[in-house]
């Protein structure tokens, strides 16, 4: 009965994070796939890039660090609601990881689907799009590949933001940001084994070498589990913040 009760609690709060999310999402998320696909039938049109450089790769940063914003808000804008409407903070913390698996999963097929239309308007002008940063990917059809590099990527900035923001609803501004190295270590953490997109430019740069892809996605998913279990630990032992008059 717990376990049930649980369940319903924090499909209940999942669903009202969902809804006060989805506006803002759903409006970046347009915005990104007019901006950068009308960029890339212009650059093709006009004659296309030199080398064939993929105009969608750099989306990869709005749709990290959007979602990792969109994280940060959660525990202090929904956090007092949920309490107020009878969620534990137990299945508020389980809505929390089920929002932030969600909302990494959009960005994944959002990524893929921009990768996928690149790759035909390329190819319809006889070139192959090529990417300046490490992948899992070498062409933008493999989305087998795509939405699992993705997913986990965002999933972490996300997981990351929620950390960040619970740290600065708990503690108020001081202690959090002198700790916002070790705050930011779960997300970088993930982003090194990984070593995709910037994380992995900069990996190259150092010399260091990059683990079998099995290896890699296996290890960040690991890091990201643990990561979310320790926020929901975390969430369960913040006090709400006195309401101003």
Known sequence: ????????????SFLDLSTGLARGFVLFIAIVAVVFLAVAVVVQLTGGTDDGQSIWENSQY?????????????TAAYLPVAIASGVTR???????????????????LLEAAGYLVEYGLYRAADT??????????DHGYQVWLVIPEVWIVVAANVAGGWLIGSAYYKWGWFWP???????LLPLLAVEAIMSVGWAGAAMDALGAGRLPD???????????????AGIQHFVRTIDLRPQKA
Not at 214 to 228: D, S
């Open 62 to 74: 709005a749709t990290r660090y959007f979602p990792l914003s969109m994280g940060i808000m959660i």
């Open 214 to 228: 099995g290896v890699a996605v296996l290890a960040a998913v690991a890091v990201l589990a643990l990561t979310l």
């Open 177 to 183: 940001t002198v700790s916002l190295p070790l705050l």
């Open 1 to 12: 009965m717990s376990a049930a009760l649980t369940y319903r609690r924090a499909r209940s």
């Open 128 to 137: 192959t799009p090529t990417f300046t940063t490490p992948h899992l990917f």
């Open 90 to 108: 137990r299945s508020f913390g389980w809505a929390g990881s089920a929002v932030v698996i969600a909302m990494a999963l959009v960005m994944a």
